[in-house]
């Protein structure tokens, strides 16, 4: 089945700076990448998602970067703000499966 | 304009007693998912229905199980909680995830087994 790696487990960054989340997976047949943020108790939430056929996606602050051919992705956040501070999980689906295969999530702080 | 809802918010049950907890979705999507989340963890998938097709991860407890009664609601029976169950329980929607689709977590039921 899938596997998805996440890296760095925690990151910390100061107001204004960029933070980048990197994920690796293993089923070169999963084609879609979504990116979920969670706040303390609360239900994860979409931020960005990205599909197979494309290999960069943004929205506003958000990018997503898809690399198939070395089965990883990316997320960056530019001009990070104290309310950008979660756990943000990747993930990659697998359509065999019909089923997300989450990363072990990013605990982000924004220092002001 | 609730999309998915779970009930309760927070359930507290003693150890062995059997628990249901459910969830409901105007959404009309076909798959509906039950996630474990433990502190500090990645939701972990237990099981999910595509329409009625009910599908059980390998590694899912025999202790727990679901119903699909109608498309709109999914219940997760929890026959005798352990305190290992404590945890944040998630139910999610998406349409025929076919090529992948955005799947949409409900705010969750918070489970205390004593």
């Known amino acids: 089945g899938e596997n998805v790696e996440q890296h760095p487990s925690t990151l910390s960054v100061q107001e204004g700076d960029s933070a980048v989340i990197k994920c690796t997976y293993s089923d070169s047949a999963s084609n879609y990448f979504p990116w979920y943020k969670q706040e303390l108790g609360k239900r994860p939430q979409l931020i960005i998602d990205i599909r197979s056929n494309v290999g960069e996606k943004k929205d506003q602050r958000i990018a997503v970067t898809l690399n198939k051919t070395a089965k990883h992705f990316s997320l960056h956040i530019t001009e990070t703000q104290p309310e950008d501070s979660a756990v943000y999980f990747c993930a990659g689906f697998s359509g065999s499966a019909r089923q997300l295969t989450f990363g072990s999530g990013t605990q982000l702080t924004v220092l002001p | 304009d609730a999309m998915v809802i779970q009930n309760p918010r927070y359930q507290v049950t003693q150890f062995g007693k059997p628990v249901t907890l459910s969830c409901s979705q105007t959404l009309n999507h076909n798959v509906m998912y039950w996630y474990q989340q433990k502190s500090s963890q990645a939701p972990k998938l237990l099981f999910h229905?595509?329409?009625?097709?009910?599908?059980n991860e390998a590694d899912t407890p025999d202790n727990f199980q679901s119903r699909r009664p109608n498309t709109s609601f999914c219940f997760l029976d929890i026959r005798s909680p352990g305190l290992g169950d404590a945890a944040m329980y998630l139910c999610?929607?998406?349409?025929?995830?076919?090529?992948?689709?955005?799947?949409?977590f409900g705010p969750g039921t918070r489970l205390t087994v004593l």
């Open positions: 999610a929607t998406s349409r025929d995830p076919g090529q992948g689709n955005e799947q949409f």
């Open positions: 229905y595509y329409d009625k097709d009910f599908n």
